[in-house]
């Protein structure tokens, strides 16, 4: 016994604090394999209050409060499954963040992307889109989008048109001004927005601006769907024209390239190969027997949905 | 040795209630929890949830703000008034001093939580809300955070002032709400972050953990195994935090 | 007395603190031996800042010391045993104010463990000792100094403790209240406690302590019955104040004096020892000049005091 504390006794304690560390870190553990972390998360996306509230109550940092929250939705993007269901707090939350800072122009970009190529919500990625617009006016990215949807998505080629020209009416080169063909591409939108040659350069110019892997593959098959078309109507052009020049039917593609009307019969995009039926002239696919109306209608105004 | 300790408790309780913080922030609470009957007359569609929510998150913020501005002055206030010479040198040991001033304060909070819960059923009677057995767990676990937030408190005040002990208690309240996202957010960087946060991820107070007012408003169910596991959680970690300190404590000189 | 238990011993207690932002080492005490018998008061004297409270805290176990041992009742400090059979008052203490008289000494009676019959018992007895039974639901926050003191001094002894440790008792009291603490440590003594306290106030000190220790800068530099240390060193004088002795009167006395000093009409003179004040007189009756007033001068422990403070000092 001495008048010092006797360091055997404080040393069992140690112990005892580093036995209870680990029984906490094995309750964590086992929480975390037991309730999903992530609905929890999920919630509180949902349970967001509105920017305009949740604005004041950041005193000032409501640019960190919009940083912050991006974050959390991009993670919880990043690893879910996706729930229909659940893009309305997607949107919610997109919203509060372009609420808190309008010029957050990256998050109705993508969030747009997001919203109208993944959930399949072009009413939402359209409404967040528009949202942005005024207080960018220097951003062709949003317009760019916008145009993007309505062409795609709407089939709307008119106010496509308006929203590309919008794009390219923003000053300054790329990427910080909209890329050269933004132009052309409004231009060729007002003179024939059913030419499947349009859409594939539009294509092309959103997969250039995509980094996401989903939604470039979303793209990427969207161009493949899109080639097969423009590969039709080439293939029927050409056989209208035999039909004009010969007055008969072909027999068959092959017939096309010898007369010179072809180059080559294009490959099939999904692999199959292209069909003559010499009976009646029509040019079908093998993979896909299904014509995505969209580009035969001579109405621009056309407003069903292009079948995949 | 449990008497002993009791009338330690029932001491600081008595002097908790002398504070004048503590009537203000339960003044505020009643007013907050009082004004989503307010609030829910100008909302259209669903003001059960509006009131839960008004509800449950001021009962826990005005709690929290409870724990840390009373709790860092449980011990530094006795070192500076000198009170705790007259302590320390009865036959009590000093973890039963400390633990006297922990459930001194504890018990402070249940009294306060108590009046909160009655005034928001109160306005969920009036207002027609369900409650759900959800919504006790819910209040279960608000206090089981308070619990240990106030036990870091007193961590903090066993060897720094007042303010600084304010300072680090907010701190870990705000990673132990995070530390969650920081893991996930981790998961994208570099090894060498991911090993740091996670660190602080196991070792620091999840205090998510005890968060179910997601679980109230959208009547997720919330098994009893969790329950149990979340309950063992906050008492473990409590019991860490009381530990340490008692280290702390038994060796500090009281200038 | 001076054979019986030796209640309180402390060897070779050395404690340093560190300070400031570097932690530079300063020394509170240094190599400290006490020893306290059982039924003694002893006094524990020095200058502020010589280390008192620092002993006292060591002593309590309110601090560690750094090296060195200390026992309370042939224990080491810190047995719990040994503070139940002890009572102490901090230095100008704060207690709980929002308690009144009774709640407040219950508190430290449940905190001995006592049963609630004997606690209560206790608080009538020592409210009646310390003269406060008015104060009993009074709040604490309406206390004087003197009443906080006294209260305090209660809840020392609550627990009926056979050592009273009491750190500067006396200070910060007007003359009354210092009488009041003076009375009751000998009461205590009295009923056979032993009472340990610390104090500058010397004066005090010499009317009821057997036994004092000096300390000066965390050394112990006189320790012994009152008695034996102003004795070893006593030189007792004698101050006559006279009116209207004149130069020629003043001539007359010079040379039996050691000092004189004059102001006015007035002289002081300082007459060294016993064999020359019956002389002095004669010599002041014959210049037909007015005694004012003589004053044997004993040599106190305050001369005592000063001069260790005074060679500790030097010596640096």
Redesign the interface.
Known sequence: ?????PAMRISLLWCCAGLLLGIVVLIQLKLEQHSGGRIAKLEQLRLLPRGEVLRPALLGYHHVGADFLWLRVVQVLGDRVVRDQDYEWLYHALDVITTLDPKYVYAYEAGGTVLAELAARVDLSNQLLEKGLAPNPNSWQIPFKLGFNHFFHLNNYRRAADYLAQAARVPGEFPIGPPLYTARLAARLYAQGNNPDVALEFLAGMLDQTTDEKIRGQLMRRIKRVSLERDLQMLERAVQQFVETRDTRPPSLAKLVEAGLLAQIPHEPYGGEYRLDSATGDVTSSTHSERMRVYRSSDSMASEGDPE | MI??IL??SL?SF??NL?EKLLYNLLIFALLMIGSSILLSRITIGDYHRLILDIGLASINLFGVLIAIFVGIGLVSKEID?????????????RYAFLLGKYFGLVITLLANTAVMVLGLLVVLYVMDVPITGLFFQSIGLIFLELMVITAVALLFSTFTSSTLSAIFTLGIYVIGHMSGDLKELAKKLDEISQAIINVVYYVLPNLERFNLKGHVIHGLDFGASDMALTISYGLTYAGLLLLLAGIIFQ?R??? | MATSTIILKTEALRKT?KVGFWGRQVTALEGLDLEVRQGEVFGFLGPNGAGKTTTL?IL??????TS???WLFG???????S??R?G?L?E?????D??TGAEFLR??G????LSVSVVNRRIGELLELVGMTHARDLQLRKFSKGMLQRIGIA?ALINDPELVVLDEPMSGLDPIGRKEIRDLILRLKEEGKTIFFSSHILHDAEMLCDRVSILVKGRLVAMGRVSDLIGADSTHSIEVLVEGLGSDGLAQVKPLTEKVTVTGDRALLILKGQQSVNEVLERIRTAKAKLISLTPHNSSLEDLFIRQVREQRGEE
């Open positions: 016994m001495r008048v010092f504390q | 008497a002993r009338s330690i001491n008595r002097e002398r008034r000198k009170t705790i010479y007259t302590i320390v040198s009865k036959p009590i040991p060796r000189d009281f200038q | 603190f805290k309590m176990g309110l601090i560690y010391p060195g041992q200390a224990k080491p400090i810190g047995d719990r045993d503070k139940a002890l102490f901090p100008s203490p704060y207690f709980y929002y308690l508190f430290y449940d905190l001995f463990g809840q």
